[in-house]
């Protein structure tokens, strides 16, 4: 699986900004996907994860009710839409895919990484 992220860029804080992550090689709908993130000087942190279907979501506390994750499987595409952002979102924001059929919150339970997309966002 190969993945793609597009829509990172430089926002102010409160604005927004659509994150796209484009899978290739295998069928995509059979893999749950995950959103992760890594500032600088930081770990990498979990932001979101949806299942196969797009039924289930899981977010981290930190983006809870301004980030949401969604799927199109007929275009291979996941996204992770964010509102409200603020300085602390920061970060190179990466896609993931795993094997298997829940979503997850852990980095090592991901097999396949795109290479990420940088998103800035200024006070």
């Known amino acids: 699986v190969q993945l793609v992220e597009s829509g990172g860029g430089l926002v102010q804080a409160g604005g927004s900004l659509r994150l796209s992550c484009i899978a290739s090689?295998?069928?995509?709908?059979?893999?749950?996907m995950g959103w992760f993130r890594q500032a600088p000087g930081k770990e990498r942190e979990f932001v979101a994860a949806?299942?196969?279907?797009?039924?289930?979501?899981n977010y981290a506390d930190s983006v809870k009710g301004r980030f949401t994750i969604s799927r199109d499987n007929a275009k291979n595409t996941v996204y992770l839409q964010m509102y409200s952002l603020k300085p602390e979102d920061t970060a190179v924001y990466y896609c993931?895919?795993?094997?298997?059929?829940?979503?997850?919150?852990?980095?090592?339970?991901?097999?396949?990484w795109g290479q990420g997309t940088q998103v800035t966002v200024s006070s």
């Open positions: 090689g295998r069928t995509f709908n059979n893999y749950p």
């Open positions: 993931a895919a795993r094997w298997g059929t829940r979503l997850a919150a852990s980095d090592t339970l991901y097999d396949y």
């Open positions: 949806i299942d196969w279907s797009g039924g289930s979501t």
